[in-house]
T-cell receptor, first 115, second 111 residues
Framework: EAGVAQSPRYKIIEKRQSVAFWCNPI?????LYWYQQILGQGPKLLIQ????????DSQLPKDRFSAERLKGVDSTLKIQPAKLEDSAVYLC?????????????FGPGTRLTVL | GDSVTQMEGPVTLSEEAFLTINCTYT??????LFWYVQYPGEGLQLLLK?????DKGSNKGFEATYRKETTSFHLEKGSVQVSDSAVYFC??????????FGAGTRLFVKA
């Protein structure tokens, strides 16, 4: 079974530029998560989708971050414009609604550096 | 609000030493508790989990027991190996939708 795929793996941009990340979850997983992991901290949930609907986006900075999951499969996370404090690893995870404990399966992450 | 507190790292041990990484939590309701591990250069992966009080999760020689009375979920292993060097994250998930992670504890195991 293929795992969660993310691209790109690394991205370096200047502040005020835009950037987009892509995630393809495990096949059949209805729930998809985007996390931000700042160096030395645990992952922080940005947004959670179930199929193509948003379940929780309470910690997403909506003035600059947006995410979509068209067709309920893959997803993109965009930052526009980027700030220095957005430097972090962006993790995508997915889980199956048939798993009552909601175990999440993580992708390798995208490391973003904002200069 | 809900939160997870882990012992600060790094933790440095010699091979075959006993490992404990402390984790305590604050949550409304009855959360599920998890330990995730991040090996160098790899993504986070589930190590073990427990869904109710007094449950013991175990995997790869690691164990953790869900202690409701002390709101703890400490990770233990009787004899660590160099290959256990990684960052360990304690996490909880309540009846709501959000999973909350601790800050992580880095473990170095010396040969």
């Amino acid at each position: 079974e293929a795992g969660v795929a993310q691209s790109p793996r690394y991205k370096i941009i200047e502040k005020r530029q835009s950037v987009a990340f892509w995630c393809n979850p495990i096949s059949g997983h209805a729930t998809l998560y985007w996390y931000q992991q700042i160096l030395g901290q645990g992952p922080k949930l940005l947004i959670q989708f179930q199929n193509n609907g948003v379940v929780d986006d309470s910690q997403l900075p909506k003035d600059r971050f947006s995410a979509e999951r068209l067709k309920g499969v893959d997803s993109t996370l965009k930052i526009q414009p980027a700030k220095l404090e957005d430097s972090a690893v962006y993790l995508c995870a997915s889980s199956s609604i048939r798993d009552r404990t909601d175990t999440q399966y993580f992708g390798p992450g995208t490391r973003l550096t904002v200069l | 609000g809900d939160s997870v507190t882990q012992m600060e790292g790094p933790v440095t041990l010699s091979e075959e030493a006993f490992l404990t990484i402390n984790c305590t939590y604050t949550a409304t309701g009855y959360p599920s508790l998890f330990w995730y591990v991040q090996y160098p250069g790899e993504g986070l992966q589930l190590l073990l989990k427990a869904t109710k009080a007094d449950d013991k999760g175990s995997n790869k020689g690691f164990e953790a027991t869900y202690r409701k009375e002390t709101t703890s979920f400490h990770l233990e292993k009787g004899s660590v190996q160099v290959s256990d060097s990684a960052v360990y994250f304690c996490a909880l998930k309540t009846g709501g939708f959000k999973t909350i992670f601790g800050a992580g504890t880095r473990l170095f195991v010396k040969a």
